[in-house]
C-alpha cells in the first residue's frame, strides 16, 4: 500500500480544508454530517499533484480525460439533497466515478456504495485510492453507467455526476419504491438542471428542479 499525504500542509493543510467547508456552509449547506465528512477527506489526493494547491478552492478542475473532480458546494449540495429524506442510507449506486471524490464523501456516509466508471484508467486510480485511503465499503466496477448496476439493485439512492439530455430509465428502474436519485440533466454548453427523481410507484416516478449546474456530458462507455 501506498504512503498517502492525508495531513497535507500549506495549501492542502487542515486549515484551508477548514475554510472551504465554511464556504459551503457559507452557500447554504446545513447538514452537519455532509460538511463533516467533507472537512476530514484529504481532497488533493484526488486530482493531480500539479494542481494539489488548488484542491481546496470551491471549483471544479480537470482530472484527465475530459473529466472534472466537481465543485467542492455541488458534492456536498447534491449528497445533502440524497440524504434529506432518509439519513441513514444502506446502499447506493454512483453513476461516474471520476476522481472518485464523491464516491469517498458517500463513503463516509452511507453503509455501501456501488459506483460505476466506464473510462478505465479513471476506474483503476480510483479503485487503488479508495482502498488506500481504508473504504472498504465502496465497490469501484468498470462498466457503462448508462446501464446503471443492475447487480446491486433496488438502490435506496443514485447520484449521477455526468448530465445525460434525458433521464436513463434503466436507473429509474434500479430505485426502490421511494428511492431517490439525484441527476444533472440538460445539453452540454446549455442550461443543466440539477434534479430530484423519486420512484413513487412501480411506473410512475416525480420530478423536482433545483438550481443550474455544469457537468460533463453523460457518455457511453468506448468499450
Known amino acids: 500500500m501506498r504512503e498517502l499525504d492525508i495531513k497535507g500542509i500549506g495549501m492542502t493543510s487542515q486549515r484551508t480544508r477548514n475554510r472551504l467547508v465554511k464556504t459551503i456552509e457559507q452557500l447554504g449547506v446545513k447538514d452537519k454530517k455532509v460538511l463533516r465528512v467533507m472537512r476530514l477527506i484529504p481532497r488533493h489526493l484526488f486530482m493531480d499533484e500539479a494542481l494539489a494547491s488548488r484542491s481546496y478552492e470551491n471549483t471544479a478542475l480537470p482530472?484527465?480525460?475530459?473529466q472534472t473532480i466537481s465543485q467542492p458546494y455541488i458534492v456536498a449540495r447534491m449528497t445533502e439533497l440524497l440524504l434529506e429524506a432518509q439519513p441513514c442510507l444502506e446502499k447506493v449506486l454512483e453513476v461516474g466515478t471520476g476522481s472518485a471524490y464523491q464516491a469517498a464523501v458517500l463513503g463516509g456516509l452511507v453503509r455501501h456504495l456501488d459506483t460505476v466508471e466506464?473510462?478505465?484508467?479513471?476506474?483503476?486510480?480510483?479503485?487503488?485510492?479508495?482502498?488506500?485511503?481504508?473504504?472498504?465499503?465502496?465497490?469501484?466496477?468498470?462498466?457503462?453507467?448508462?446501464?446503471?448496476?443492475?447487480?446491486?439493485?433496488?438502490?435506496?439512492?443514485?447520484?449521477?455526476?455526468a448530465a445525460p439530455a434525458n433521464i436513463p430509465t434503466a436507473l429509474i428502474e434500479q430505485l426502490k419504491i421511494g428511492g431517490r436519485m439525484v441527476i444533472p440533466v440538460g445539453q452540454p454548453q446549455r442550461t443543466q438542471r440539477l434534479q430530484l427523481v423519486t420512484r413513487i410507484s412501480e411506473h410512475s416516478h416525480t420530478i423536482k428542479n433545483y438550481e443550474s449546474v455544469v457537468f460533463v456530458p453523460f457518455l457511453k462507455s468506448k468499450q
Open 63 to 66: 482530472i484527465g480525460h475530459g
Open 118 to 161: 466506464r473510462i478505465f484508467p479513471l476506474y483503476a486510480q480510483a479503485r487503488t485510492l479508495l482502498y488506500d485511503l481504508g473504504y472498504r465499503n465502496v465497490q469501484v466496477h468498470y462498466a457503462d453507467g448508462t446501464w446503471g448496476w443492475a447487480k446491486g439493485a433496488p438502490y435506496d439512492a443514485i447520484i449521477v455526476t
